[in-house]
């Protein structure tokens, strides 16, 4: 079955210190991956996306991922936390034949500490 | 530009009555899809318009659960004899086209009492 899974439901880091956010798919193919990040009363906004080649993605907010085929995971990385990062993020996966289809996973709850 | 917007922002209903909730897709985009937000929990794909058709609606939980957009652009996600496990954010999300980036509203809150 389809399944996207962040292990961390929580996780508290103090402002400045690197992130890095798990996330672990179950797929049949390499599908789209894509991380995007939800703040109270906002909507899903999207952080950034894995179609092809580079492995290694830029995205905005001096967030980045990497695309690990032979672990099957997408984790999201930022070297330096801002007060503002505190959200909710969520790895999603799309088939690539109809992209339009997410699966989410569950989430993980980023608090900052001052 | 504006963005997705949704109506209402939160609604709270008696459980069997039924719900009407609305999305406004960024204009000119010709895909819209609506999720289901549990709480604690990842949205779910529901349905996918493409223009006017529902061109897949397999993440419908049910027959109570039906979504219209007759014009292409704005979309009614209906409920029909409301149950406590409806209570959920329904979020939804337009695109340029089908496989381009989904772009999210900020989501109706259902409550069910």
């Known amino acids: 079955a389809q399944s996207v899974t962040q292990p961390d439901i929580h996780i508290t880091v103090s402002e400045g210190a690197s992130l890095e956010l798990r996330c672990n798919y179950s797929?049949?193919?390499?599908?789209?991956l894509f991380w995007y990040v939800q703040s109270p009363g906002q909507g899903l906004q999207l952080l950034l996306k894995?179609?092809?080649?580079?492995?290694l993605v830029q995205g905005i907010k001096g967030f980045e991922a990497e695309f690990k085929r032979s672990q099957s995971s997408f984790n999201l990385r930022k070297p330096s936390v801002h007060w503002s990062d505190a959200a909710e993020y969520f790895c999603a996966v799309g088939p690539r034949v109809s992209s339009y289809k997410l699966i989410f996973g569950s989430g993980t709850r980023l608090l900052v500490r001052p | 530009g504006a963005g997705v917007s949704q109506t209402p922002s939160n609604k709270v209903t008696e459980k069997g009555k039924y719900v009407e909730l609305r999305c406004d897709p960024i204009?000119?985009?010709?895909?819209l899809y609506w999720y289901r937000q549990s709480l604690g929990q990842g949205p779910e794909f529901l349905i996918y318009f493409q223009g006017t058709g529902a061109a897949d609606d397999s993440g419908l939980p049910n027959d109570r659960f039906f979504a219209v957009r007759p014009e292409g652009s704005v979309s009614t996600l209906k409920i029909q004899r409301t149950e406590r496990g409806d209570s959920a954010v329904y979020l939804c999300?337009?695109?340029?086209?089908?496989?381009?980036?989904?772009?999210f509203g900020p989501g109706t809150r259902l409550t069910v009492l």
């Open positions: 894995y179609f092809s080649g580079d492995t």
């Open positions: 999300a337009s695109s340029a086209n089908q496989g381009n980036e989904q772009f």
């Open positions: 204009s000119g985009h010709t895909a």
């Open positions: 797929y049949g193919a390499t599908p789209y």
